[in-house]
């Protein structure tokens, strides 16, 4: 049990090094004082389960990576769906690396266009419902089957076509994580 204690500190300051995230972001995010979070990733401060829980959900990591619990062999992914903006997100993908991949439903009254810039790429693939994406001066329906791929620094915004909820995958690199930002394109100018 020491050992499996002894490796939470380096486990966390990797992970939150890897995510590009500050001692004072996650003390905001989780309500642990900066201290306690720098003492738990030097390994001063012995974790406890309530330190642990909000650090594993504001990581979006199972709390046994965190303590590097002995592995079951059970393939088997939990999938936690989450709400963001109206949608049901799963996220698919456990770790953080350089792809994040997701099942997302979006609600058929998402149809109004918002489009957002960040870093990054994208790529979309339909499994049901009809996808309106708007890239951009490009605003074109995807249906089952068909996937898009785009540069996200192109103002962008997807949601249902009408009639229905859509389902899709979307697959972005790690800095597609950051905020949004509020994007005008050229016909938003011209109209």
Do not use: C, N
């Not at 963001?84 to 953080?96: A, D, E, F, I, K």
């Not at 949601?159 to 394109?185: K, Y």
């Amino acid at each position: 049990m020491e050992r499996a204690l002894a490796g939470v500190g380096p486990r966390l300051r990797e992970l939150r090094r890897r995510r590009g995230v500050t001692l004072a972001a996650l003390s905001e995010a989780t309500g642990i004082s900066r201290s306690t979070l720098s003492r738990l990733e030097t390994g001063q401060r012995r974790p406890t389960l309530e330190l642990l829980l909000p650090l594993s959900q504001a990581h979006q990591v199972p709390l046994d990576e965190l303590v590097d619990a002995p592995d079951v062999g059970d393939p088997r992914v939990r999938l936690k769906p989450r709400t963001v903006h109206g949608s049901t997100v799963v996220p698919l993908t456990r770790q953080p690396g350089p792809l994040q991949t997701y099942k997302m439903v979006i609600p058929a009254d998402r149809a109004t266009p918002d489009p957002r810039v960040h870093e990054g790429h994208e790529w979309l693939y339909v499994l049901a419902g009809r996808l309106r994406l708007v890239l951009g001066d490009h605003d074109v329906v995807l249906g089952p089957g068909e996937a898009a791929e785009f540069d996200t620094r192109v103002p962008h915004w997807f949601g249902s076509a009408g009639g229905g909820p859509v389902e899709i995958l979307s697959i972005f690199g790690r800095q597609g994580e950051r905020m949004h930002v509020r994007a005008r394109t050229r016909r938003d100018k011209t109209a």
